[in-house]
């Protein structure tokens, strides 16, 4: 089993988009050969204040983008990096350590400071036993701080930016053209992708990056366009989605309103044009497309490459206002679109869908089985991959002792993680049985209406695809970790007092389940999903702020013969009044973020199989809590400091 670790950090779309997607590439030319693990150090090590570091990044580039030219070339022409490792002392102590327990046959940087780092380590004369590639995400303008620290190879995602490494000096036998590893979905573009022509309506892609007041300019104008139809994507901005439903109501047909989503891929395929920012991921995305892009901001340093690469190929189209936008537009679409079919052509030159691939087999080939896996670190054991038809995993006949945490919000609603960096987060940490339960709340109540806005809770128009998201990486939790992945929801009935609002979790729901009804038919609809309904927080919160909702509490006679279990524990609260009753209980942490793992848990002892697990729950029999701490538990991302993951 070779071992792989990707480090990344998560300044700037790129880094993170890289590691992921030859992540899933190595995971699916080698599931038997290749463990991959993805560690952000900056996250684990810094918490909170790398959060606010990366809250000082985006605002630099998206809002004083001349002070971030300074900076980027303040970066590219001293040694200000190499100087100032000194100062990540704590990164430093982390990566040595996971280097020696883990032993990785291989290391790949998708952000550079870690080059530098090893460098530090490695000082003293020990041998660098593993391969170490630093995969390059930018194009062109590459800041020098990419390639001074020390890679044995460098993957850059087009000749051109090559070019710009060779003249900097780089060894010529240094460097290797992949492209940029976009998602596998970009595979599929022959049977979901456009043809060659441009057909009777051209459909448009908007993907809105920053600026509220332009951007509804921008919709107006695609709106009232005689020909067109659009697609716009909003992210997190739950005020400005409304905003532009209201804009499209009746006109539903010609302009279609998403929010945050994972289908970026699929979009990219399946329309005319681009409209955006010169992000790189973004761009490499569109290329690998070949979706012509009307660039509408470039961020000066990283971005200006990402354009120039468009530029040198004939296919920039650069428009910072609306009504340029829109010219720019009909004249990639005149003449049956004959300067649109130009420049599809050009983008084929530099397209590379299946980069996260060439690249995933050149690591391999680079990963050289020399150090015996250390037999008790978490996370690296061989894994069972047995999976029936549907994805779940096949029945463990014996008993045994499971950790669990049936209480989990991702990004769909107000939690930092995605769903996929969740199930790596459990799953490095060694559980057995997890259940992601995002927000969804009863859109006939005020409250309900209010909290929509918000955007911290699942939109009815992503439920769809949240289901099928948890889907996907329900077998990749069995597959990779052995663990159980569940699907569910927490359904939110807030009312203006604490008495009148509860939160009930359904924990292995198949299918999406109305938000409006009453909590009975709520629960009937889980039941007949032979899912679990739970009442969460259903006491008053002691050790941490958060609204009380106590309705089931307050209605327990009637809610008690219907609801499976109670959460008796939640975060650091242990609701004492739940066990005095002797109400079947469960414990949760209610993770919205990394530091939220020291919490409280679930301890089953049953077979480790979906039904087992949720009829032990139901039946209340061998289930225990523990009070869970990294320190105790072991974490293959934990640093040797006592103070980490705060975020």
Known sequence: MKRILIFTAGFGEGHNTAARNIQDALETVAPDEAHVEIVDLFESCYGRFNGVIRQAYLTAINRTPLLWKGIYSLFDRTTLVEDGVSALARMRRSLDWLLREVQPDAVLCTYPIYNYLIEEIFRDGRRKNFSHITVVTDSITINSFWHRGPSDVFLVPNEETAVTLRAAGVDEARIAVFGFPVQLDFLEAKEIGLGEELGEVPRVLYIINSGKKKALKIVRLLLHHPRWRATVVVGRDRALFEEILRLAKGSEEKLRVLGWTEKIPELLLTHHALISKAGGATVQEAVAARCPMVVTQVVPGQEEGNFELLRRRGAAFYAEKPRQIMEALEELFAAEGRLWKRVRSALAGISRPDASMQIAQFVLDRAAIENAAPESLPGFARMSRDLLSNGAPEPQETAQ?????????????????????IVDFYGQRSFDCICITDHIVDQTR??????????????PDRVG?????????????????????????????????????????????????????????????????????????????????????????ENQEQFAPLLDAWEIANRDDLFAPIGLKRLPFIANSDFHKPKH?????????????????????????????????????????RCPDEELLNA
């Open 597 to 637: 793992i020291d919490s409280w848990k679930t301890v089953l002892f049953c077979e480790k199989e979906p039904k087992a697990i949720k009829e032990c729950v139901r039946l209340n029999r061998n289930v225990a809590l523990t009070l869970y701490r990294r320190h105790r538990f072991g974490s293959l991302l």
């Open 446 to 459: 005020f409250i309900g209406r209010v909290c929509q806005l918000t955007g911290l809770v699942l939109s």
């Open 401 to 421: 002792v499971l950790l669990c945490d049936f209480h989990i919000h991702s990004t769909y609603s107000d939690g930092r993680l995605s769903v996929g960096e």
């Open 465 to 553: 695809e949240y289901f099928e998201v948890l889907q996907r990486e329900k077998e990749r939790a069995w597959r990779k970790y052995r663990m159980i992945l569940f699907a569910g929801l927490e359904f939110n009935k807030d009312g203006y007092r604490a008495k009148s609002s509860a939160h009930l979790l359904g924990i292995d729901l198949q299918s999406p389940i109305d938000s409006s009804l009453s909590l009975p038919e709520i629960i009937a609809e889980i039941r007949a999903q032979e899912g679990l309904s739970v009442a969460s927080h259903p006491h008053k919160f002691q050790s941490v702020w958060g609204p009380n909702t106590l309705y089931l509490w």
